[in-house]
């Protein structure tokens, strides 16, 4: 099998119900749509914590987080900034393992797994680096209510500005954050353009939608659903230009695009959903971790196919390596398997995967296997409840004692 040039896209708190794929009715998704119309759709694919910075090492490496050390933050469940922790130099990351096989690797936007210049992503197998090393809420927030004087609304103003990397370096404070998404797709795009020889990994970690929210302005007139549909309608696009870019050089049949997202909406009336799932981001609940996955390569996938197999973004690290004839450290437990049967195949068997571990943190709080899901622990309290999420994916019907 020729090997595929191979752009993964991540969104930041996509909740499971927010594309028109996924049910929306209220934000607008044609590209993604159609995406999923001319690939592979995901209902049960998940992130392996239901925050921010675990789930994003979890992606870069293939382990559950508490492997990697990535299940706490000296007390902190994701990393803050300045913190002198991050994702070890020495972890194998699917970035410097495609590296090593030849690929030209990138990453664009958001990476939150260690701020300090030896965790940065140029240390992990990237070759260049453009974006924010955190979430944009950890910044200053210029956009506070100035009529707001409490403690915790001059404390976000008074923070440290946000600073814009290049590489290892801080190239602009405070960046417009509204025009953010479009200085990405710039990116993105000349990524693309450089490198049509090939092969190549783009890796498009957005800001949105993470909030506080920084709708583009474009968008906002149009959107049924506020800022927030804003937000969704600019992934949207962004998702355009690239899939646009890669057919006016030649690339489109010859590249995998992964779309996904980091954990499930925070709800908060915000405008976020996570459809009929139960819970939102930092649960356990499936609304946390169950999240939207849409997968297309015209000359290997088939085309509107919908994939109800137990998949991760841990899968990701040994399927794009054996797609990339990569080779992986022997030396390294890898909690990811290779899926690449149900991306290929017309009528893959059963997926490689029967089993999913739901982390808080460093603890244990669920576990699924195959269409059983065990709850064991909440809040640190222990719980007793079963759910057969084929008839009930909102876990609303308790089966523990039946």
């Given at each position: 099998?020729?090997?595929?040039?191979?752009?993964?896209?991540?969104?930041?708190?996509?909740?499971?119900?927010?594309?028109?794929?996924?049910?929306?009715?209220?934000?607008?998704?044609?590209?993604?749509?159609?995406?999923?119309?001319?690939?592979?759709?995901?209902?049960?694919?998940?992130?392996?914590?239901?925050?921010?910075?675990?789930?994003?090492?979890?992606?870069?490496?293939?382990?559950?987080?508490?492997?990697?050390?990535?299940?706490?933050?000296?007390?902190?469940?994701?990393?803050?900034?300045?913190?002198?922790?991050?994702?070890?130099?020495?972890?194998?990351?699917?970035?410097?393992?495609?590296?090593?096989?030849?690929?030209?690797?990138?990453?664009?936007?958001?990476?939150?797994?260690?701020?300090?210049?030896?965790?940065?992503?140029?240390?992990?197998?990237?070759?260049?680096?453009?974006?924010?090393?955190?979430?944009?809420?950890?910044?200053?927030?210029?956009?506070?209510?100035?009529?707001?004087?409490?403690?915790?609304?001059?404390?976000?103003?008074?923070?440290?500005?946000?600073?814009?990397?290049?590489?290892?370096?801080?190239?602009?404070?405070?960046?417009?954050?509204?025009?953010?998404?479009?200085?990405?797709?710039?990116?993105?795009?000349?990524?693309?353009?450089?490198?049509?020889?090939?092969?190549?990994?783009?890796?498009?970690?957005?800001?949105?939608?993470?909030?506080?929210?920084?709708?583009?302005?474009?968008?906002?007139?149009?959107?049924?659903?506020?800022?927030?549909?804003?937000?969704v309608a600019g992934i949207?696009?962004?998702?355009?230009?690239?899939?646009?870019?890669?057919?006016?050089?030649?690339l489109d049949n010859d590249?995998?695009?992964?779309?996904?997202?980091?954990?499930?909406?925070?709800?908060?009336?915000?405008?976020?959903?996570?459809?009929?799932?139960?819970?939102?981001?930092?649960?356990?609940?499936?609304?946390?971790?169950?999240?939207?996955?849409?997968?297309?390569?015209?000359?290997?996938?088939?085309?509107?196919?919908?994939?109800?197999?137990?998949?991760?973004?841990?899968?990701?690290?040994?399927?794009?390596?054996?797609?990339?004839?990569?080779?992986?450290?022997?030396?390294?437990?890898?909690?990811?398997?290779?899926?690449?049967?149900?991306?290929?195949?017309?009528?893959?068997?059963?997926?490689?995967?029967?089993?999913?571990?739901?982390?808080?943190?460093?603890?244990?709080?669920?576990?699924?296997?195959?269409?059983?899901?065990?709850?064991?622990?909440?809040?640190?309290?222990?719980?007793?409840?079963?759910?057969?999420?084929?008839?009930?994916?909102?876990?609303?019907?308790?089966?523990?004692?039946?």
């Open positions: 099998m020729d090997r595929p040039n191979i752009v993964l896209i991540n969104c930041d708190d996509l909740g499971y119900g927010d594309l028109g794929s996924y049910g929306s009715t209220i934000n607008k998704t044609p590209v993604l749509d159609r995406m999923a119309e001319e690939g592979v759709r995901f209902t049960d694919f998940y992130v392996a914590s239901p925050v921010c910075s675990p789930s994003r090492g979890a992606l870069m490496t293939g382990c559950y987080p508490p492997r990697i050390g990535f299940g706490s933050f000296d007390g902190s469940r994701v990393l803050f900034p300045g913190q002198g922790i991050g994702l070890n130099p020495d972890e194998t990351t699917i970035a410097g393992v495609l590296k090593d096989a030849g690929y030209a690797t990138k990453i664009v936007g958001k990476w939150h797994c260690g701020d300090q210049k030896e965790f940065l992503p140029t240390r992990h197998g990237f070759d260049s680096y453009f974006g924010l090393p955190f979430s944009n809420d950890m910044g200053r927030q210029v956009d506070s209510n100035p009529s707001d004087h409490t403690e915790n609304a001059e404390a976000r103003r008074n923070r440290p500005p946000l600073p814009l990397l290049r590489d290892e370096e801080v190239i602009q404070e405070q960046p417009d954050l509204r025009a953010l998404t479009e200085r990405y797709v710039d990116e993105a795009v000349r990524f693309i353009r450089d490198n049509t020889s090939g092969p190549f990994f783009l890796y498009f970690a957005h800001m949105y939608v993470h909030l506080p929210l920084y709708a583009p302005v474009g968008f906002v007139d149009e959107s049924e659903n506020g800022d927030y549909g804003a937000c949207d696009w962004a998702t355009g230009v690239v899939l646009t870019e890669l057919k006016r050089q030649g590249t995998l695009v992964i779309f996904t997202s980091d954990n499930g909406s925070r709800l908060d009336n915000q405008g976020g959903s996570n459809g009929a799932l139960r819970g939102k981001k930092g649960t356990t609940w499936e609304g946390g971790q169950r999240v939207p996955c849409i997968m297309r390569w015209p000359s290997k996938m088939p085309a509107g196919v919908v994939r109800n197999h137990l998949t991760t973004t841990m899968d990701l690290f040994p399927t794009l390596a054996s797609l990339a004839g990569a080779q992986i450290r022997s030396d390294r437990t890898i909690d990811g398997m290779d899926i690449s049967s149900l991306m290929i195949e017309d009528n893959p068997s059963a997926s490689p995967r029967d089993e999913f571990i739901y982390y808080d943190e460093n603890d244990i709080e669920a576990v699924r296997d195959r269409k059983w899901k065990l709850h064991v622990r909440k809040g640190g309290h222990d719980i007793h409840e079963l759910y057969d999420l084929e008839s009930d994916i909102g876990e609303s019907v308790n089966l523990f004692d039946s």
